[in-house]
Nanobody, 119 residues
Framework: QVQLVESGGGSVQTGGSLRLSCVGS?????MGWFRQAPGKELEGVTC?????NIYYADSVKGRFTISRDTNTLYLQMNNLQSEDTAMYYC??????????????????WGQGTQVTVSS
């Protein structure tokens, strides 16, 4: 059973930066970051599929960068804006998938880490 533990969230001012980390306890094929703001639906932020294709939501392109090493997924977030305020979740799938933007593809989720951006 894969366990995911996120860290790195916090409160920053507009234009600031944060780096989220997600440590996984087992082997995963696809991983991604999702976020959910109060009163809104879960939104895909960025992901890496099983053949290392990387996808970004249009709202974060040029500001966020996803990366991965052996068992840790990272999300570097620069030039943060108020609309980035949300709970951020790391997700992983241990079977092959090229649909990493679809949250239903994932069978492991972290507990979430809060990101708050204020002016």
């Amino acid at each position: 059973q894969v366990q995911l533990v996120e860290s790195g969230g916090g409160s920053v001012q507009t234009g600031g930066s944060l780096r989220l980390s997600c440590v996984g306890s087992g082997y995963t094929r696809s991983m991604g970051w999702f976020r959910q703001a109060p009163g809104k639906e879960l939104e895909g932020v960025t992901c890496i599929d099983s053949v290392d294709n990387i996808y970004y939501a249009d709202s974060v392109k040029g500001r966020f960068t996803i990366s991965r090493d052996t068992n840790t997924l990272y999300l570097q977030m620069n030039n943060l804006q108020s609309e980035d305020t949300a709970m951020y979740y790391c997700a992983a799938r241990d079977a092959f998938s090229m649909r990493c933007r679809d949250p239903s593809e994932y069978n492991h989720w972290g507990q979430g880490t809060q990101v708050t951006v204020s002016s």
